[in-house]
């Protein structure tokens, strides 16, 4: 299996990891390290050198309570940093559709949307170039989706969901070969309801696309350990082995250098290395 990211194609025989850049001043996780562009550049040279295949590039916090950002102020934090880097492959974390053609026209090789190209006009601004699409499932709006979250059915309702979109994508005319799923831990989830997908990601496996699990440093991990966001890494690595048991093709991390120890520890006991 191939993921096909603009004029990147990245093999699916192992695992791919995604080093994330934030580049937000409120980013709950690195705290806006990352706001100067030289400085997010330089992070994401530093994830490519210790083995991120993808950069995912985020320039709207989607922390509760994170303060709305104007479609100009996402541009401008994330168009500088993406020009300084066009020998990279770069994932756009971003829900609007002006800001992903502008990021696919600068070079950009994949869309991360947590809404799954919802936002009218995303489907165009994506269709007709070839970069990969990562459609997530988000219960509820950022702001307000953690206030108790509930479902009937959890699994089948976010299979359900990603389902959809892949449906709705391949319709625009996105080839199955350019889409992955995520069932977007966090976003609308008790750590109760991310344990469960944990456990039943396997069933993702049947949607015919790869699953990319988001887990470094989550708000889960602190329930669970006690440890606070810098606290998080045993625990973040921890999830990176159980996503990859469960059939996780690609890890979106922070800390790419452990990521990757824990990707070849766990293809040696496969006996896959
Ligand atoms: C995710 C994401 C995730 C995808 C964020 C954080 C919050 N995109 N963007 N999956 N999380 N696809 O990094 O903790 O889980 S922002």
């Known amino acids: 299996m191939i993921l096909r990211c603009g004029r990147f194609s990245l093999a699916l025989d192992r695992p791919l990891v995604m080093g994330v850049v934030n580049v937000t001043p409120d980013s709950f996780s690195d705290g806006g390290r990352f706001r100067d562009p030289e400085a997010a550049a330089s992070h994401a040279r530093r994830l490519a050198e210790e083995g991120a295949d993808i950069i995912d590039l985020g320039g709207e916090s989607t922390r509760p309570g994170a303060a709305p950002v104007s479609e100009e102020e996402e541009q401008h934090r994330v168009l500088p940093v993406l020009e300084k880097l066009p020998d990279l492959c770069i994932?756009?974390?971003?829900?609007?559709?002006?800001?992903m053609k502008a990021a696919l026209a600068a070079g950009a090789s994949m869309i991360n949307d947590i809404q799954a190209l919802t936002e009218p006009y995303a489907l165009e601004a994506v269709a007709a170039?070839?970069?990969?699409?990562?459609?997530?499932?988000?219960?509820?709006?950022?702001?307000?989706?953690?206030?108790?979250?509930?479902?009937?059915?959890?699994i089948g309702e976010v299979k359900a969901f990603l389902k959809e979109a892949v449906r709705r994508v391949m319709f625009a005319g996105i080839?199955?070969?350019?889409?992955?799923?995520?069932?977007?831990?966090?976003?609308?989830?008790?750590?109760?309801?991310?344990m469960e997908i944990l456990r039943r990601l396997p069933e993702f496996a049947s949607l015919g696309v790869p699953v990319l699990a988001g887990l470094s440093r989550k708000s889960t991990i602190g329930h669970i350990t006690g440890r606070p966001v810098e606290q998080r890494l045993a625990g973040s690595l921890a999830m990176a082995l159980l996503a990859l048991e469960q059939g996780a093709k690609i890890l979106r991390v922070h800390d790419v250098k452990e990521t990757r120890d824990v990707i070849a520890v766990w293809q040696a006991f496969k006996n896959e290395s």
């Open 175 to 194: 080839g199955r070969d350019r889409i992955a799923v995520d069932p977007g831990f966090g976003f609308g989830k008790t750590p109760r309801h991310n």
């Open 129 to 154: 170039t070839g970069c990969a699409v990562c459609l997530m499932h988000m219960k509820g709006e950022p702001a307000t989706m953690q206030r108790e979250p509930r479902y009937d059915d959890l």
């Open 91 to 99: 994932s756009v974390d971003t829900r609007r559709p002006a800001v």
